[in-house]
Every structure is written in structure tokens, then in C-alpha cells.
């Protein structure tokens, strides 16, 4: 009726049991996000009309009254506890990393015991967790969003000291942290949903690959014998006059073997002793081709199932829309997608640049982001002087190091511009999160690519090779 009326929003976070839930001024509930019914909880209903209730305490205690003489005798009956465990399942409110806080400022090991500990440990950790609070009532908040090798995962409204100073990055007010925190998710959930057909589309293909090479090796397989065959038929071609029709097996010497040993052939004794050898010749033939047409086939094979890899590799590392759409355009222009598919605005043309950084020490440094942009970056963009980086024997971007057209060697390059470098090869490509990879190094005006090869793929011989353990807190100032 346009008269004011006060009401109540309580956001319940609680997990998987989480609820907004709208009140009247009289404490009835208007509505709520989700209904629970008797049938649901027994101990608690929210739904429209019933008085509103505070979720039941789970009989934990307050942080807010700490008393020392209570936290000294729960630390003493559990004593067998982590102390971590005994202060986030004691106390409402506090979460188990807000709990491994605690002790960590404590100086204690969260994992520990009471009774595998110093006397007057547990004192210390009280103190501890009373100025914590302390802090908490007194409304002393540091907002913190926290990542790990460069990946965001977690957030705090508390200094978290039990992270690494370079993993905490600080934020002026609790809503700008939240915003970055939750667009950093966002958008990785959306490229992730972006990607999704793409990968489904490339799996399938290397899936079909796998097979296919599969059916290869065993057809290689069944030509083992092919050899033998060949010998069979020269050997019944030598005694074709001994050979008698009907018979199943005929027993001679082997000439080729310089023990002369003997041998039996079989024999179909329905077809004359030319026959037989003719069969024999007939399946050696038809096996030498199988295996000429298996080697192309198993050449081709793996270079399609290499190019694909590569290409999932770069549908894992896209962090933008736009990466996405470049890797489809190049899978329409392989043939991996139908043209058809690709309308609107992924039918227009999508060209980004590498990646650009610039060393401690000043040198440009450009990273591709897909194979077609690979082919660029190296044998367009590039000079025939620069240094070219890329992970060994796995998929992955390449990378250069910009000297323009000064002649040199390999040794004249810092070894900063090149450790930094050959990190970020390494954090661009499928072994990201593996350790001491091996990362080859050369001039430019080493790689070579092979007529009608697929994209990014390139050959070299003559390169150095250093090995590296990633780490995404040492990537060099990028220039967007």
C-alpha cells in the first residue's frame, strides 16, 4: 500500500546449506531462496508464515566470550586432537583455515597435539586466539585475496600469515576484493563453458587417432610372418618337382640357412605344388604392401595425433574468449570443424599478438598462444637472429627472444632474459605443473618447417637444452 515497513535480510552461509531468507518486522518469514520442509529438517523449517529461527548451534560455544579457564579444559580433554580440530569444531563461526590461522601466528603446527607439546602451549595459543578475536570485534579487517602460482584461490578478511607475503595481494575495501576474487572465477568458469566444445571435438579426434594407431600396430603384427612366407614359396619353387599334390606337409632343407637345416611347409593338398608356391608369394606381396601403406599411415597418425595435442594444450592454457575462437578458426581451417559452424562473429576474422613481456634486463621477450600463432610469431614476426624457445618433446608455445639483427651465440645471451624465458615456455605448455623440464633453445635461423606440415609444427638439429622448474611468481613485466 506504499506504507514503510522495516525488513530483515539474513544471508545464512552455511555451505551446501545456505539460504537468503527475507523477514517481516514481526520475525515471520516473507520468503526464502530455498524452502525446507519438516519432512527436510525436523530441528528447523524456513518457509513463508513461520516464525524465523537462527540455525541451531550445533552446541559450539561463542568466540566472541572466550574464557581461558573453558579453552584450557577443552585442550586438556582433547587432548589427543590437532589443536586446529579442536578450535573450529569447539567454536561457531571460526572455519578451519580461519583455525590454522590462528595457531600459525600462534607458532604452533596446526597438525599438533596438546599432549605432544610443551607445557604452556596451549596458554599460548588462547592469547593468540583472544587477540584474534579481538581484532574481529573491533572491526581490524585486512582484506586479502590469495593465489598460488599465479592462480587465485582463496580470499581473507584477516592477515593470512600463513601464506607467503608474495602469494597476498591487498585490497583497499572488502567489496573490491570480493569483485576481483569472484571475476577472476567467473571468468575462467566462462572459458571454461567456451571451451567446452572445442575440447569435446579435439578429445574425439585424438581418440579416433589412438585407435587408429592401435589397429596400426596390430596389423604390423600379423605381417611377421611375411618373411617366412617369401622363404616357403622360393623353397617350393626349388623342389617343385619333389613336391607331391594332396600331401599337408613337405619337410626339405632350408639352402639359406648355413646349417642347412630342415624345415617343414605346410601345404594345401587341394592346389599343385606351383599353387602352394604362388599362395605363399601371393601373401608375402599383399603383406610387404600392408606394412609400406601401415608406415605412411602411422607417419601421418602421429603427426595428426601430435598437432592435436598441441592443440589441446592451448585450449587448457586460453585465458579469453578470443583465445577460444582463434582455436577454432584454426580447426575449421584444418578441417576439424565445419565452416557452417562458424557463424555471427566467430565467422570473422580473429588475429591477436603473442604474448609480450619484457626481461630484468630489458630484452623482449614474445610467447605464441596457438599454433597458427605459433607459425607467425616464428617464421613472420621473428628474425633470423633471435632466440627461439620451446618445451622439449611436448606440446606448447614458442617462444622468442628479440636481439634484432645482431649476429652472435648462444653464450652472448643473459642468463636472466633466458631463464625467463625459458619459464615462461615451460608455464605455456602441457608440462606446467611439472618439474625440471627440459626446454630447447636456438637461433631462429635453425628452425625449419616441413612442406605441408600442420600448423606449428617445426623441425631443428643443431640447439642447447637447460632445464627449468616453472614458477609463476617469476613471470617479467607483460606488456598488454
Not at 9 to 34: V, W
Not at 101 to 112: K, L, V
Amino acid at each position: 500500500m506504499g506504507d514503510r515497513t522495516n525488513k530483515t535480510l539474513s544471508i545464512e552461509i552455511m555451505g551446501k546449506h545456505s539460504n537468503i531468507i527475507l523477514i517481516d518486522e514481526n520475525g515471520r518469514i516473507t520468503d526464502s531462496i530455498k524452502h525446507i520442509s519438516h519432512d527436510t529438517s525436523s530441528v528447523r523449517e524456513v518457509l513463508p508464515g513461520k516464525a524465523y529461527a537462527l540455525p541451531p548451534s550445533q552446541d559450539k560455544l561463542d568466540p566472541r566470550k572466550l574464557d581461558k579457564d573453558v579453552f584450557l579444559s577443552l585442550a586438556k580433554e582433547k587432548s589427543g586432537s590437532k589443536f586446529q580440530n579442536i578450535i573450529y569444531q569447539s567454536y561457531t563461526g571460526i572455519a578451519p583455515q580461519s583455525a590454522a590461522e590462528i595457531c600459525i601466528r600462534a607458532g604452533i603446527d596446526p597438525s599438533e597435539c596438546p599432549d605432544s607439546t610443551p607445557e604452556g602451549t596451549a596458554e599460548k595459543l588462547f592469547d593468540t586466539f583472544s587477540s584474534y578475536m579481538e581484532q574481529i570485534k573491533e572491526n581490524r579487517f585486512s582484506y586479502e585475496m590469495i593465489t598460488n602460482n599465479g592462480k587465485v584461490t582463496d580470499f581473507s578478511v584477516t592477515e593470512a600469515k600463513r601464506f607467503p607475503m608474495e602469494s597476498r595481494t591487498p585490497f583497499d575495501t572488502i567489496s573490491s576484493l570480493l569483485e576481483n576474487f569472484y571475476k577472476d572465477r567467473d571468468n575462467a568458469y566462462h572459458i571454461k563453458q567456451k571451451a567446452y566444445d572445442t575440447r569435446k571435438t579435439v578429445s574425439t579426434n585424438i581418440d579416433r587417432c589412438i585407435k587408429k594407431k592401435e589397429i596400426l600396430i596390430k596389423t604390423v603384427k600379423e605381417t611377421e610372418e611375411m618373411e617366412m612366407w617369401r622363404l616357403y614359396g622360393e623353397l617350393i619353387t626349388a623342389n617343385i618337382y619333389a613336391v607331391k599334390k594332396g600331401i599337408n606337409t613337405f619337410r626339405t632343407y632350408n639352402f639359406y640357412d648355413e646349417n642347412m637345416a630342415e624345415i617343414d611347409i605346410p601345404l594345401d593338398p587341394t592346389k599343385t605344388p606351383s599353387e602352394n608356391a604362388q599362395s605363399y608369394f601371393s601373401k608375402y606381396a599383399k603383406a610387404k604392401r600392408t606394412l609400406e601403406a601401415v608406415a605412411v599411415q602411422e607417419k601421418q597418425n602421429d603427426a595428426e595425433l601430435e598437432y592435436l595435442e598441441r592443440v589441446l594444450s592451448f585450449i587448457d592454457l586460453a585465458d579469453t574468449e578470443n583465445d577460444i575462437r582463434e582455436i577454432r578458426q584454426e580447426l575449421a581451417q584444418t578441417g576439424y570443424i565445419k565452416n557452417r559452424g562458424m557463424k555471427g562473429k566467430n565467422a570473422r576474422p580473429v588475429k591477436s599478438k603473442p604474448m609480450h613481456f619484457i626481461s630484468s634486463d630489458g630484452y623482449h621477450i614474445y610467447v605464441g598462444k596457438n599454433n597458427t600463432q605459433n607459425d607467425e610469431l616464428t617464421f613472420k614476426f621473428s628474425e633470423r637472429t633471435d632466440l627461439w624457445l620451446h618445451v622439449k618433446d611436448m606440446p606448447g608455445s614458442h617462444v622468442i627472444i628479440s636481439l634484432g639483427n645482431v649476429q652472435g651465440t648462444e653464450d652472448d645471451i643473459p642468463d636472466t632474459a633466458l631463464l625467463e624465458a625459458a619459464n615462461l615456455a615451460v608455464l605455456n605448455s602441457a608440462a606446467k605443473d611439472s618439474t625440471l623440464v627440459a626446454v630447447d633453445y636456438t637461433f631462429r635461423r635453425n628452425i625449419k618447417k616441413p612442406s605441408g606440415s600442420k600448423p606449428g609444427f617445426v623441425v631443428y638439429e643443431t640447439n642447447y637444452t637447460l632445464y627449468i622448474t616453472p614458477d609463476k611468481d617469476k613471470i617479467p613485466e607483460q606488456i598488454k
